[in-house]
């Protein structure tokens, strides 16, 4: 068994950045999964972290040497409106460890108690939204979506009461920070300038190692591209993020931050999945303008840095989130007609896949089901799936795909068999309040393998209302 050493970078950075905070012990933690792959890739020894030692890093019970706990400070931008202070109310960055690539990763636990940060909050989690932040960060992961990952999920033997009384539970999350737009926001409100510059050459080294400390404009500019890439690989497997404030907004590209988010079933640009959502700010076809206005709260926070004369900071600024449009739509289009098993877009092929999406949506039809049945051989399968007034769609998709070489297997490379549908979370959940974590394993398992079809998973495959 080897110990792991913890080093914690982050708290190097000055005292403003946080404040030293440790996890609140718990009474009684019980694993409920731990990621053995993760943990390899990291360098981590399983034996550790199913120890006693390792087990009480994860339930905040006991810190591993090395390990520097601290609540991050950042402000935010939620659902458009200000606000000047959040930062950790309920997670610990204990410290990162590095990998054989010489990467560190950041160690930090969600649920974990009471932080500075915490207002009237409880620092802590249920374990409802533990298994879903578990069950969707995994399944992005391998969707080839860039994400935080989830080291493990523990019960803490205590209740919390949300809408009733719940059983509390903590996530290890993993990522190179977990540094977000609303922390550049946080120092820059308060005119902190040297802040700013120095949190963005720790952003750059973690990040965007091929910029030059002090880059500003590359930064901006490289990470609307990653945004660019992001939010198109979230519309291509149907994924609402359902909060994206610009406090759940990552400065490396990554998705952060799962609430109320979900993979949609039936297909409608429109839909929403917070509840408190009531506008459809943030609806699926939201995201990408969404994540542009959330961009340019970061161009503001850094702009002094971009250039010392501020008219000509904006300039560039807007000339850089302008190409943003531009990116998104290409990427858009590229992975969409991978999804119809198009390599070598050709004119009419951007309609060919606006005209069944429209389609799709008049229809109401499954988003993942009917990408995938499309790739089935079997033409009665493709009739199921897709309703009777597409035969015209269907005929001239055929036609171009004659064209193409292997576009089956193009499909079935790109759309996934499973993704860990809402309603069968909700049930997960339901059935881990019975100390039943079956299906959990089952959505897991599925989650980590989503384009291999197993004939014992046909029921996490179908849609809620299998009508087809
Ligand atoms: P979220 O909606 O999870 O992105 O959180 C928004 C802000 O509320 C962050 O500053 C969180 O740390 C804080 N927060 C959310 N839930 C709790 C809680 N139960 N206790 C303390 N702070 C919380
Ligand atoms: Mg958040």
């Known amino acids: 068994m080897i110990n792991p050493n913890f080093i914690n970078s982050y708290a190097k ?5 946080y404040t030293k905070s440790l996890p609140t012990k718990v ?6 999964t731990i990621n053995k792959k993760l943990a390899q890739e990291l360098g981590l020894s ?9 087990i009480g890093m994860l339930s905040g019970n006991s810190m591993p040497s090395g390990s520097d706990p601290l609540a991050q400070a950042y402000a935010g931008h939620q659902f458009g409106g200000w606000s000047p202070l959040l930062g950790d109310g309920r997670a610990h960055l204990i410290g990162q460890i590095n990998d054989s690539f010489g990467i560190n990763w950041d160690i930090q636990l969600k649920g974990s108690g009471p932080t500075p940060y915490s207002r009237r909050g409880d620092g802590r989690a249920w374990l409802g939204p533990v298994l879903r932040e578990y069950l969707v960060s995994e399944s992005m992961h391998h969707l080839g979506v860039p994400t935080t990952r989830s080291l493990a999920a523990i019960s803490t033997g205590e209740i919390i009461f949300r809408d009733g009384p719940r059983p509390a539970a903590i996530i290890t999350r993993v990522a190179q920070s977990h540094i977000r737009v609303g922390t550049f926001e946080y120092f820059s409100s308060r005119g902190d300038l040297d802040a700013v510059s120095e949190l963005m050459n720790y952003v750059i080294k973690v990040h965007y190692p091929e910029l030059k400390a002090g880059d500003a404009l590359g930064f901006l500019d490289s990470l609307i591209s990653r945004q660019a890439m992001l939010i198109s690989k979230w519309l291509s497997v149907g994924f609402i993020h359902g909060v994206m404030n610009t406090d759940n907004t990552h400065v490396g590209g990554l998705t952060i ?5 979900a993979f949609m079933d039936e297909y409608d640009p429109k839909k929403v999945f917070s509840s408190i959502d009531t506008t459809g700010r943030y609806a699926y076809n939201q995201q990408q303008k969404i994540i542009v206005w959330n961009l340019a709260r970061l161009a503001l ?29 290409k990427n858009w289009l590229k992975i969409f007609l991978k999804k119809i098993g198009i390599k070598n877009e050709k004119k009419g092929d951007a309609a060919l896949i606006h005209d069944l999406l429209m389609e799709m949506n008049v229809s109401k039809a499954d ?40 576009p089956m297997n193009t499909m079935s490379e790109i759309n996934p068999v499973y993704v860990p549908r809402n309603h069968l979370i909700e049930l997960a959940i339901q059935e881990s309040l019975k100390n039943d974590f079956r299906l959990f394993n089952r959505l897991l398992s599925a989650a980590q393998n989503p384009f291999k079809e197993v004939s014992e998973n046909q029921d996490l495959y179908l849609p809620p209302t299998n009508k087809w």
């Open 301 to 329: 926070s850094i702009l002094p840095l971009i250039d010392p004369i501020e008219t000509e900071a904006i300039k560039k600024a807007e000339v850089t989130l302008g190409n943003f449009d531009k990116i998104f739509m």
């Open 46 to 54: 399983i034996e550790w972290l199913e120890s006693d030692d390792g």
């Open 367 to 406: 988003f993942t089901k009917t990408f995938r049945d499309l790739s089935k051989p079997n033409q009665e399968i493709q009739k199921i799936s897709l309703s009777r007034n597409m035969s015209n769609w269907i005929s001239n998709w055929k036609n171009r795909i004659l064209d193409e070489s292997n």
């Open 13 to 17: 950075l000055p005292e403003r950045f």
């Open 257 to 261: 931050d799962y609430g109320p988010c």
């Open 27 to 32: 009474k009684d933690p019980r694993v409920i």
